[in-house]
Structure formats: structure tokens, C-alpha cells
């Protein structure tokens, strides 16, 4: 079975641009989650995505949004970039079937954003 | 305050020495507590989900153990290899909040030959 597979692996943008990052789950998985990682504040979740509705929010501002296809793949987009968005985006599908109480999580190896 | 705290930051140990990184926390009521290894320049990867009535769970040679009462989980590594070198991060699942992952800064790891 394929892995999590995110597009692109690297990206440079400047401030005030807009990025779209792409996340392609396991197959069969229907929830897709997508986390922020920084050296200052490590791991930190932004939102996932269950049958392409937003079933749970992070403390992220709105210039952080996403969406999930029909398919179960899903897209984040970060608006207006500012320094501070230089991270490490992770996504990570699971099942869903539990609500995410139990669900595995299996994370793709990221996409390197960096804001200059 | 992190919610999830992980000590110490950072260890060095000789490859074939056990180890055990500690977790604690202050978030309840939980779904789960998860333990991740992460790889420089990879994703997470899961090694142990418990509940909160599960005492102890094994992967290999990564053993965690949890205490609700105390809130306190271990991560233990027996016999370490080189390829043990990862950060490793605890986390827990808030059901107050949907399940929402809330996670420690981690551990890094490094084993020396």
C-alpha cells in the first residue's frame, strides 16, 4: 500500500505571497490532518478533514485554510505569507472510523516551506 | 505551559545502553497517549497508542508505560541501535476537544557507537 504522499517537497515563496500544499492519503483513508512544525514551537495541529467537512480546528488565524476532495486528498492553503509560516507542513491520514479517538495516524514526510 | 511536557530535551547514549525519555501531562480527560519517532527530515511514525486504562504497551524494543493517576508516561528503548537517533514525541488526545492531537516538544536522541 502507498504511503502519504505530499506535493511539493520544498517551496520558497516571499511574504505576502499565497501557497497551496498537497496531501494524497493512504487509500481507503478518509481523514486527512494536516500539522505545522517549527524548531520554536514544535508540533502544532491545524486542522483535519473528514469526508472533505472540517471536523476539528487548531488555533491557527484564518489566513490558514484547506479543503478535502472527493477522493479524500486534500489541500492547504496559507494566504498573505509572513516569516513566521517558514515550518515544516505535515499531513497525516488515518481511517476516521473512530472519530479520531483511537485512529493510527500515519504522516507523509512533509513539505519545507520557507518565507523569505 | 505546554500541556504536554518532555524530558529531558536531549540524551546521548552509547549504542547497547537501555534508556527512558519521560512524558507529562496535564490534559484530561484523554482518548489516548501516543509515542512518534520522528526521523531528521521525515514524518512521525506511531510506535505505541494506549488508553488511559492500559498500564503498559511493547513495539519491538520501545516499551511505554502510563500512569493516569500520576499522568505520567515513560518511553523505555532497550539495547539501542544507531538507527534509535530520532526525536521522539509524546502526545495525547484531548476528547474534550474532538480528539485533537496535542503534542510534547520531544526528545532527541542520539546513540553513539
Keep these: 500500500k502507498a504511503g502519504v504522499t505530499q506535493t511539493p517537497r520544498y517551496l520558497i515563496k516571499t511574504r505576502g505571497q499565497q501557497v497551496t500544499l498537497s496531501c494524497s492519503p493512504i487509500s481507503g483513508h478518509r481523514s486527512v490532518s494536516w500539522y505545522q512544525q517549527t524548531p520554536g514551537q514544535g508540533l502544532q495541529f491545524l486542522f483535519e478533514y473528514f469526508s472533505e467537512t472540517q471536523r476539528n480546528k487548531g488555533n491557527f488565524p484564518g489566513r490558514f485554510s484547506g479543503r478535502q476532495f472527493s477522493n479524500s486528498r486534500s489541500e492547504m492553503n496559507v494566504s498573505t505569507l509572513e516569516l513566521g509560516d517558514s515550518a515544516l507542513y505535515l499531513c497525516a491520514s488515518s481511517s476516521g472510523t473512530s472519530g479520531g479517538a483511537h485512529d493510527e495516524q500515519f504522516f507523509g514526510p512533509g513539505t519545507r516551506l520557507t518565507v523569505l | ?113
Design chain 2, 1 to 113: 505551559k505546554n500541556q504536554v511536557e518532555q524530558s529531558p530535551q536531549s540524551l546521548i547514549i552509547l549504542e547497547g545502553k537501555n534508556c527512558t525519555l519521560q512524558c507529562n501531562y496535564t490534559v484530561s480527560p484523554f482518548s489516548n497517549l501516543r509515542w512518534y519517532k520522528q526521523d531528521t527530515g521525515r514524518g512521525p511514525v506511531s510506535l505505541t497508542i494506549m488508553t488511559f486504562s492500559e498500564n503498559t504497551k511493547s513495539n519491538g524494543r520501545y516499551t511505554a508505560t502510563l500512569d493516569a493517576d500520576t499522568k505520567q508516561s515513560s518511553l523505555h528503548i532497550t539495547a539501542s541501535q544507531l538507527s534509535d537517533s530520532a526525536s521522539y514525541i509524546c502526545v495525547v488526545s484531548l476528547k474534550a476537544a474532538g480528539n485533537k492531537l496535542t503534542f510534547g516538544g520531544g526528545t532527541r536522541v542520539l546513540v553513539k557507537p
